[in-house]
């Protein structure tokens, strides 16, 4: 069911000053600053040679993101992507096997453009899962 590794997202508290240590200490390439308001961040991608760094800042009231950064103030690594094939078929999958999908189970368009769904992380090692379709 899985296919490749989209990103690794990181929750920080400053986006900008998060660009620039990318940047400066790493010679980081970055996508520029996107606002996503109906899933409560700004975001930025570090391309890489074979996957993406997200880089996460709260944006609005009610981030989903907010209290993981009250919890780890400095940041810290939010959650990861897989890319599925069919993610209605993975969804089915994942709840037939007593997994929790987060929010109303549907499908929202993320920062790709492409449609995303959330495991809870309690139903995976402790880790939150973002599912894409490729
Ligand atoms: C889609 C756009 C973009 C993209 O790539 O395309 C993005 O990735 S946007 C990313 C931001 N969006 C989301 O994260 C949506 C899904 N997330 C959620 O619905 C919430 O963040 C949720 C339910 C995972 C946590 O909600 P909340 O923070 O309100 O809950 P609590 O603080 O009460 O935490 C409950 C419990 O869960 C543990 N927790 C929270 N966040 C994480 C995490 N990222 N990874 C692992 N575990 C997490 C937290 O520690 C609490 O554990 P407990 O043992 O109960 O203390
Ligand atoms: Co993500």
Redesign the pocket.
């Known amino acids: 069911m899985l296919g490749r590794l989209d ?1 690794v ?1 990181l ?1 920080v508290p400053d986006l900008d000053a998060a660009c620039e240590r990318y940047r400066s200490a790493l010679g980081a390439r970055l996508s520029p600053p996107k606002d ?1 308001p109906d ?3 700004r ?1 930025v991608f570090v391309e890489l040679e074979n996957t993406r760094v ?1 880089l ?1 800042e709260p944006l609005g009231t009610g ?6 950064l009250e ?1 780890n103030p400095a940041g810290g690594m ?2 990861i ?1 897989y890319e599925v094939a069919d993610l209605a078929a993975a969804r089915d999958r994942l709840v037939g096997e007593g997994a929790r999908i ?2 109303d189970g549907e499908p ?1 368009i ?3 453009g492409k449609p ?1 769904l ?1 495991v ?3 139903d995976f090692a ?3 899962i ?1 599912l ?1 379709e490729a």
């Open positions: 990103h997202a929750a996503l899933h409560g961040v975001v997200e996460l981030s989903p993101i907010a209290r993981f919890a939010h959650h992507c987060l929010g929202k993320g920062a790709a995303v959330f809870n992380p309690k402790g880790t939150l973002e894409e």
